[in-house]
Antibody
Framework: EVHLVESGGGLAQPGRSLRLSCAAS????????VHWVRQPPGKGLEWVSS????????AYGDSVKGRFTISRDNAKNSFFLQMNSLRPDDTAFYYC?????????????????WGQGTLVIVSS | DIQMTQSPSSLSASVGDRVTITCRAS??????LNWYQQKPGKAPKLLIF???SLQSGVPSRFSGSGSGTDFTLTISSLQPEDFATYYC??????????FGPGTKVEIK
């Protein structure tokens, strides 16, 4: 059974940094691209970032480009989201998710497994 | 960037009703459209991928259709466990997997 577990959320001051982790199990990790999606409390889903199997292809949403960095460690079946220059509007539940069928960032992909989410609050 | 809209933003329905949710893309996305269900306090769950393919384990009362810019998610006979928020997602752009704003399905 696929299992994704986020960690690293918490309270951060504006301008500071936070690093989220997602531990994966139940599938061959380096066979799939992986993703981060966030959701401000009471609001909708926003795609944040994606990474292909070998870290050769990265993608970011416009609202986080230049501030957030996605990475992965296939030896540890984990991937990460380094969040710098945090702003109050980054406050959200952050979910990690697994590609439905591809190791690459491809047209036609879907997110077939999700973690339970970790809450990031940015406030002074 | 491709923008996604959904209608209605919310609806009230009764158990047994047929429910249809619409998703529209700002440009043609072929059939690169996915649907997710989210219940309060839970992670989203994939229902439909590639516009009309039912994810394994999802009840057959859920179906998807459409291509180009207009898509629909249909629940043929609403069940108590289907009260949730539904999101569409485009995957036409492999570098921008944007979601629609969601449709909340509530009990009438």
């Amino acid at each position: 059974e696929v299992h994704l577990v986020e960690s690293g959320g918490g309270l951060a001051q504006p301008g500071r940094s936070l690093r989220l982790s997602c531990a994966a199990s139940g599938f061959t990790f380096d066979d799939y691209a992986v993703h981060w999606v966030r959701q401000p409390p009471g609001k909708g889903l926003e795609w944040v970032s994606s990474i292909n199997w070998n870290s050769g292809s990265l993608a970011y949403g416009d609202s986080v480009k230049g501030r957030f960095t996605i990475s992965r460690d296939n030896a540890k079946n984990s991937f990460f989201l380094q969040m710098n220059s945090l702003r109050p509007d980054d406050t959200a539940f952050y979910y990690c998710a697994k590609s439905g069928h591809s190791p690459q960032l491809v047209q036609g992909d879907w997110f077939d497994s999700w973690g339970q989410g970790t809450l990031v609050i940015v406030s002074s | 960037d491709i923008q996604m809209t959904q209608s209605p933003s919310s609806l009230s329905a009764s158990v047994g009703d047929r429910v249809t949710i619409t998703c529209r893309a700002s440009q043609s996305i072929a059939t690169f459209l996915n649907w997710y269900q989210q219940k309060p306090g839970k992670a989203p769950k994939l229902l439909i991928f590639a516009a009309s393919s039912l994810q394994s384990g999802v009840p057959s009362r859920f179906s998807g259709s459409g291509s180009g810019t207009d898509f629909t998610l249909t629940i043929s006979s609403l069940q108590p466990e289907d009260f949730a928020t539904y999101y569409c997602q485009q995957s036409y752009s492999n570098l921008q997997f944007s979601f629609g704003p969601g449709t909340k399905v509530e009990i009438k």
